[in-house]
């Protein structure tokens, strides 16, 4: 262990006290020995970290009654019972009532050991849940577009500098990472957050259809129009109209679009009025339209008219250590649409979130969740070891000295000085291997000084 974990021993025989101490001590643990149990419950509150080991047979309180007093305070703080023969039946209640464990008097010492550092560990686990889920709702209070990275911290400063300001932005990033939540964050954060939020998937419509949903049109217009139709631009007036995929848009779509934007005004099909409007537009595109490669038969003029401002979403791969906050909140949130407990976060699981590319994003890791609150993991970790049989063992290695990297970066919150000590390598060697597996250093870090 890297600090000593914390036990609460309670016996109120003062020479077991002292050899049982003396035993966890030496097993590395630091303990608070106790032989009055109301002095032991004192110490006990509902954020330690450790775990209370308590003798059954006490006066005035037993550990019987030491236990519910501290599994009504936390029901999750790890409680083990130290029992004579006469008292096994009464462990065995305590157990299923929820106590962790009950060892037997008299018992080996690294039966105790072992008992205390599962019991260590659980606990371990369960504060580190904690932890990320007050994280998640301190950064969902403020803004919810949840991370710590200084990526993300730098866009949601933008975001609050820009929401009010009525500019039209280009939101960029790949597939499930997030740009809707992007616009709709700048339609909350700005005066027409009163008005609609109204979006639009330009890739999942055909284009006889995408006129009129945009543009609206009268009674008559084409065949099948019984009746007018007010178009997602005109409804978003005084709002925001959010344009996702705006590189799927066909060509004589974007010729119109792009007098929109220029005189924030719309002709509805089969009339020929003008109607002004007051909205704002948020485009959003999974591929860089300013590359002239990748834009294709995009507009060139609609994409300058639409590039005043320009947000980037960095995908999940690039921001890591944001990966174990974000999937805490999803996995409230999935607790909660599900109606059952939130899971704590097993081995396995965390080494899966920091192993994964997570190609899908944001919404590949709260789908991943949702399995997760279903117990449905394990299927995602025979997957994980399925993708590294893939590799080659030098291609392993490189792997794990990369995810290595990565988390002593994080832990240390990206100072160089802590890493290379932690990783006890010449700092040539350390900045060597962040360039050959791509890693960046300032993703890390807790602030945006290098």
Same mark, same amino acid.
């Given at each position: 262990?890297?600090?000593?974990?914390?036990?609460?021993?309670?016996?109120?025989?003062?020479?077991?006290?002292? @050899? *049982?101490?003396?035993?966890?001590?030496?097993?590395?643990?630091?303990?608070?020995?106790?032989?009055?149990?109301?002095?032991?419950?004192?110490?006990?509150?509902?954020?330690?970290?450790?775990?209370?080991?308590?003798?059954?047979?006490?006066?005035?309180?037993?550990?019987?009654?030491?236990?519910?007093?501290?599994?009504?305070?936390?029901?999750?703080?790890?409680?083990?019972?130290?029992?004579?023969?006469?008292?096994? /039946?009464?462990?065995?209640?305590?157990?299923?009532?929820?106590?962790?464990?009950?060892?037997?008097?008299?018992?080996?010492?690294?039966?105790?050991?072992?008992?205390?550092?599962?019991?260590?560990?659980?606990?371990?686990?369960?504060?580190?849940?904690?932890?990320?889920?007050?994280?998640?709702?301190?950064?969902? =209070?403020?803004?919810?577009?949840?991370?710590?990275?200084?990526?993300?911290?730098?866009?949601?400063?933008?975001?609050?500098?820009?929401?009010?300001?009525?500019?039209?932005?280009?939101?960029?990033?790949?597939?499930?990472?997030?740009?809707?939540?992007?616009?709709?964050?700048?339609? *909350?954060?700005?005066? #027409?957050?009163?008005?609609?939020?109204? @979006?639009?998937?330009?890739? *999942?419509?055909?284009?006889?259809?995408?006129?009129? !949903?945009?543009?609206?049109? &009268?009674?008559?217009?084409?065949?099948?129009?019984?009746?007018?139709?007010?178009?997602?631009?005109?409804? $978003?007036?005084?709002?925001?109209?959010?344009?996702?995929?705006?590189?799927?848009?066909?060509?004589?779509?974007?010729?119109?679009?792009?007098?929109?934007?220029?005189?924030? !005004?719309?002709?509805?099909?089969?009339?020929?009025?003008?109607?002004?409007?007051?909205?704002?537009?948020? =485009?959003?595109?999974?591929?860089?339209?300013?590359?002239?490669?990748?834009?294709?038969?995009?507009?060139?003029?609609?994409?300058? #008219?639409?590039?005043?401002?320009?947000?980037?979403?960095?995908?999940?791969?690039?921001?890591?250590?944001?990966?174990?906050?974000?999937?805490?909140?999803?996995?409230?949130? =999935?607790?909660?649409?599900?109606?059952?407990?939130?899971?704590?976060?097993?081995?396995?699981?965390?080494?899966?979130?920091?192993?994964?590319?997570?190609?899908?994003?944001?919404?590949?890791? /709260?789908?991943?969740?949702?399995?997760?609150?279903?117990?449905?993991?394990?299927?995602?970790? =025979?997957?994980?070891?399925?993708?590294?049989?893939?590799?080659?063992?030098?291609?392993?290695?490189?792997?794990? &000295?990369?995810?290595?990297?990565?988390?002593?970066?994080?832990?240390?919150?990206?100072?160089?000085?802590?890493?290379?000590?932690?990783?006890?390598?010449?700092?040539?060697?350390?900045?060597?291997?962040?360039?050959?597996?791509?890693?960046?250093?300032?993703?890390?870090?807790? $602030?945006? !000084?290098?």
């Amino acid at each position: 262990m890297n600090t000593p974990a914390s036990v609460i021993l309670i016996d109120n025989d003062q020479d077991l006290l002292r @050899a *049982t101490r003396q035993t966890l001590e030496l097993a590395g643990f630091d303990v608070a020995a106790f032989l009055s149990p109301v002095e032991a419950l004192r110490a006990v509150t509902s954020d330690f970290g450790g775990v209370v080991v308590s003798d059954i047979r006490m006066p005035d309180i037993d550990g019987l009654e030491v236990f519910r007093r501290v599994n009504a305070m936390d029901a999750d703080l790890p409680v083990i019972l130290v029992t004579g023969h006469g008292d096994i /039946a009464m462990a065995v209640a305590a157990i299923k009532d929820g106590a962790y464990d009950f060892i037997t008097k008299p018992f080996a010492t690294d039966r105790l050991s072992q008992s205390v550092h599962r019991a260590v560990e659980k606990r371990r686990l369960v504060m580190e849940n904690r932890k990320l889920r007050l994280a998640a709702d301190d950064a969902q =209070a403020g803004l919810p577009l949840i991370g710590q990275t200084p990526a993300i911290e730098r866009l949601r400063r933008t975001l609050r500098q820009i929401a009010d300001t009525d500019v039209d932005v280009l939101v960029t990033g790949e597939t499930g990472s997030g740009k809707e939540v992007v616009a709709s964050l700048l339609h *909350t954060l700005s005066r #027409r957050a009163k008005g609609n939020f109204v @979006a639009l998937n330009c890739g *999942t419509l055909p284009e006889s259809v995408i006129e009129s !949903e945009l543009f609206g049109h &009268e009674s008559g217009a084409f065949t099948g129009a019984q009746k007018k139709r007010v178009g997602r631009i005109e409804h $978003s007036s005084g709002g925001t109209l959010f344009l996702d995929e705006i590189e799927s848009m066909p060509a004589s779509t974007q010729v119109r679009m792009l007098r929109v934007l220029e005189m924030r !005004e719309v002709t509805p099909l089969g009339t020929n009025e003008v109607r002004p409007v007051d909205l704002r537009v948020v =485009a959003a595109s999974k591929i860089n339209l300013g590359d002239p490669a990748q834009r294709g038969e995009f507009r060139e003029d609609l994409f300058y #008219r639409l590039n005043v401002v320009t947000l980037t979403i960095p995908p999940l791969r690039e921001r890591r250590a944001d990966v174990p906050l974000l999937f805490a909140h999803f996995v409230e949130r =999935a607790a909660t649409k599900f109606h059952i407990e939130p899971r704590v976060m097993t081995p396995d699981v965390v080494r899966y979130l920091q192993q994964h590319d997570w190609p899908g994003n944001v919404r590949e890791l /709260a789908h991943f969740a949702e399995r997760f609150v279903l117990g449905l993991e394990e299927l995602e970790d =025979a997957k994980s070891e399925a993708e590294q049989s893939a590799f080659s063992l030098p291609e392993r290695l490189e792997r794990l &000295e990369a995810d290595i990297i990565r988390d002593t970066l994080s832990r240390f919150d990206g100072d160089v000085r802590q890493t290379i000590e932690a990783l006890k390598i010449p700092r040539k060697t350390f900045y060597d291997k962040l360039q050959r597996h791509g890693i960046v250093r300032k993703d890390f870090a807790a $602030s945006d !000084e290098a």
